[in-house]
């Protein structure tokens, strides 16, 4: 039996760590340096914010913005802060280092884990939110659900579940003989046979389609350039996605499957390595977002054979890597619509942020390159309401690094703070 000095001690100790995680989750005042403003395009000095219970509800220049009472305060003096990064193209559930035959003796179960562990690390690099592109066993929508709950520590997910190709495409299970009838979940033929995957992903809780419109670098026996679903199973998938609310992300390397997915009607176009001058002008008419790995290149091609990637992903990346950074510089060039998007996973989570250097060198400005991870990727996932900007009204999710990332984009390689709803979950000085 306790003594009531005992009982009395530990309910005061019990009352004061309640009091202190609510003024956690209550209030926060942010004071910075600057602070990169991703709608004007412009960089905005001595800047403050405060959220409330997860969202922002005041933003202003310093004195502006009274500080709240009883309000826990993030005084990040010599930093820059930006709205924080969206990836929307990553692989959680995925290893960088197990791809090809590797990959084959994970299971379900070892995939929910490595979503759990890699989940976090992309968000101490600095993304609050990520959009995930292919999973078995809807793995994937149990990560969201746990994300969601605040059960696990990892960015706001947006899951496809697995991803619809054709069967024997690039999104199929190829590497097994014929005895073991190895098939991905999500290898279906034919409009209706596709319409009823997306049904059925979405029944499953998915929040998006993802499909493979052409071949890839890392599937077996897929031509790279080649389009795998006709146009009328394209066009089954997006109008079947319209009507239940989803939108579409086209795994499309090869010229002809990009455009066919483009006039289908997706959302985003993942990889675009080949697409030629009319792809980008449909792109430009359609308000078509190209998302284009173009860092993990140089991680395939140095570490690629350790990492099990098949000889002939390896052959295939060397020609892919140069023309996609090449189809890059010409999509920015022509102006079309732009959203970052990694392919982490493919190379390790947490390393997520080296493209934005890469973005930079084949020819945006730093100012586009974050407008691409932040009010662009919000958009495309038809998050703006919530995501994207640092606004009144929006999450306060939000990211500082030492110095100014427009002088020198490659400080959001390495993120020294971070800021989910308005709790400090990386850096507090
Ligand atoms: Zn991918």
């Given at each position: 039996?306790?003594?009531?000095?005992?009982?009395?001690?530990?309910?005061?100790?019990?009352?004061?760590?309640?009091?202190?995680?609510?003024?956690?989750?209550?209030?926060?005042?942010?004071?910075?340096?600057?602070?990169?403003?991703?709608?004007?395009?412009?960089?905005?000095?001595?800047?403050?914010?405060?959220?409330?219970?997860?969202r922002v509800?005041?933003?202003?220049?310093?004195?502006?913005?009274?500080?709240?009472?009883?309000?826990?305060?993030?005084?990040?003096?010599?930093?820059?802060?930006?709205?924080?990064?969206?990836?929307?193209?990553?692989?959680?559930?995925?290893?960088?280092?197990?791809?090809?035959?590797?990959?084959?003796?994970?299971?379900?179960?070892?995939?929910?884990?490595?979503?759990?562990?890699?989940?976090?690390?992309?968000?101490?690099?600095?993304?609050?939110?990520?959009?995930?592109?292919?999973?078995?066993?809807?793995?994937?929508?149990?990560?969201?659900?746990?994300?969601?709950?605040?059960?696990?520590?990892?960015?706001?997910?947006?899951?496809?579940?697995?991803?619809?190709?054709?069967?024997?495409?690039?999104?199929?299970?190829?590497?097994?003989?014929?005895?073991?009838?190895?098939?991905?979940?999500?290898?279906?033929?034919?409009?209706?046979?596709?319409?009823?995957?997306?049904?059925?992903?979405?029944?499953?809780?998915?929040?998006?389609?993802?499909?493979?419109?052409?071949?890839?670098?890392?599937?077996?026996?897929?031509?790279?350039?080649?389009?795998?679903?006709?146009?009328?199973?394209?066009?089954?998938?997006?109008?079947?996605?319209?009507?239940?609310?989803?939108?579409?992300?086209?795994?499309?390397?090869?010229?002809?499957?990009?455009?066919?997915?483009?006039?289908?009607?997706?959302?985003?176009?993942?990889?675009?390595?080949?697409?030629?001058?009319?792809?980008?002008?449909?792109?430009?008419?359609?308000?078509?977002?190209?998302?284009?790995?173009?860092?993990?290149?140089?991680?395939?091609?140095?570490?690629?054979?350790?990492?099990?990637?098949?000889?002939?992903?390896?052959?295939?990346?060397?020609?892919?890597?140069?023309?996609?950074?090449?189809?890059?510089?010409?999509?920015?060039?022509?102006?079309?619509?732009?959203?970052?998007?990694?392919?982490?996973?493919?190379?390790?989570?947490?390393?997520?942020?080296?493209?934005?250097?890469?973005?930079?060198?084949?020819?945006?400005?730093?100012?586009?390159?974050?407008?691409?991870?932040?009010?662009?990727?919000?958009?495309?996932?038809?998050?703006?309401a919530d995501l994207g900007t640092l606004t009144v009204g929006r999450y306060g999710d939000?990211?500082?690094?030492?110095?100014?990332?427009?002088?020198?984009?490659?400080?959001?390689?390495?993120?020294?703070?971070?800021?989910?709803?308005?709790?400090?979950?990386?850096?507090?000085?």
């Amino acid at each position: 039996m306790p003594s009531f000095a005992l009982v009395k001690k530990t309910l005061a100790a019990i009352f004061l760590s309640a009091t202190a995680l609510c003024a956690q989750a209550g209030t926060i005042y942010v004071q910075a340096d600057r602070m990169v403003d991703v709608v004007s395009g412009t960089m905005v000095e001595k800047p403050a914010l405060v959220i409330t219970d997860g969202r922002v509800t005041a933003l202003g220049a310093q004195g502006a913005v009274p500080v709240p009472e009883g309000a826990e305060r993030l005084d990040l003096t010599g930093m820059t802060i930006l709205p924080g990064l969206i990836d929307m193209h990553v692989h959680l559930t995925g290893r960088h280092d197990m791809h090809g035959y590797e990959g084959l003796a994970e299971s379900t179960g070892d995939e929910t884990i490595n979503g759990v562990i890699h989940a976090e690390k992309t968000l101490m690099a600095g993304f609050t939110a990520a959009r995930n592109l292919g999973a078995a066993g809807f793995s994937d929508v149990a990560l969201r659900r746990a994300l969601a709950a605040n059960r696990l520590k990892g960015p706001r997910l947006y899951v496809s579940g697995p991803s619809i190709g054709a069967t024997g495409g690039h999104c199929d299970n190829n590497l097994l003989p014929p005895e073991y009838d190895a098939h991905s979940q999500g290898a279906a033929d034919g409009p209706w046979g596709v319409v009823r995957k997306v049904r059925e992903v979405k029944k499953y809780g998915a929040d998006l389609i993802k499909i493979c419109a052409t071949g890839g670098v890392l599937s077996k026996g897929t031509q790279v350039g080649a389009q795998q679903l006709a146009q009328e199973e394209m066009d089954a998938i997006v109008a079947e996605a319209k009507r239940l609310g989803l939108k579409v992300a086209a795994h499309a390397h090869g010229t002809a499957g990009i455009k066919a997915a483009i006039r289908a009607g997706v959302d985003t176009v993942e990889h675009a390595s080949f697409i030629d001058d009319e792809g980008i002008r449909l792109a430009k008419e359609r308000g078509t977002y190209l998302s284009m790995d173009i860092y993990n290149t140089e991680y395939i091609l140095s570490a690629g054979e350790a990492a099990g990637f098949l000889p002939e992903s390896l052959a295939k990346e060397r020609v892919v890597g140069k023309t996609q950074r090449e189809s890059f510089t010409r999509a920015v060039k022509a102006g079309v619509k732009m959203v970052f998007g990694s392919d982490a996973g493919v190379y390790p989570h947490g390393d997520n942020g080296k493209q934005f250097a890469r973005m930079v060198q084949f020819g945006m400005t730093p100012m586009q390159a974050i407008q691409a991870a932040t009010v662009n990727a919000a958009d495309a996932l038809g998050a703006s309401a919530d995501l994207g900007t640092l606004t009144v009204g929006r999450y306060g999710d939000l990211i500082a690094v030492k110095g100014n990332p427009l002088a020198d984009i490659s400080l959001l390689e390495k993120v020294d703070v971070v800021v989910k709803g308005g709790e400090v979950v990386k850096g507090r000085p």
